[in-house]
């Protein structure tokens, strides 16, 4: 499956953006999704989950509070919805998919995951 993550940007301290993740080749409802995000010289980190049902998510403790997740299969999207960003937020930010229903506190493990988007860049600047 192809993912498409976009929405990233230059925003302020405390601003907020939103990204989306979609996929054209098949129903986002059919994968658990996650948002992982990967700062320079940095490892890539988990950011967010949501299980194929909505209402089921996980986060970062960094974020949490901050971010949200969420998904609005007729639309096949899956959101990151980022609130009073900071600039240690500034990564590259990628969704990625897992095929079936994988047990949500297993989420953070980015070899859970079967699919990858590209990457959209997020800065925050101060």
């Known amino acids: 499956v192809q993912l498409q993550a976009s929405g990233g940007g230059l925003v302020q301290v405390g601003g907020s953006l939103k990204l989306s993740c979609t996929t054209s080749s098949r129903t986002i409802s059919d994968y658990a999704v996650g948002w992982f995000r990967q700062a320079p010289g940095k490892e890539r980190e988990f950011v967010a989950a949501?299980?194929?049902?909505?209402?089921?998510?996980s986060y970062a403790n960094s974020v949490k509070g901050r971010f949200t997740i969420s998904r609005d299969n007729a639309k096949n999207t899956v959101y990151l919805q980022m609130n009073s960003l900071k600039p240690e937020d500034t990564a590259i930010y990628y969704c990625?998919?897992?095929?079936?229903?994988?047990?949500?506190?297993?989420?953070?493990?980015?070899?859970?995951?079967?699919?990858w988007g590209q990457g959209t860049q997020v800065t925050v600047s101060s």
């Open positions: 990625a998919a897992i095929s079936g229903s994988p047990i949500l506190s297993t989420m953070w493990a980015a070899d859970k995951y079967d699919y």
């Open positions: 949501s299980r194929r049902s909505a209402g089921s998510t």
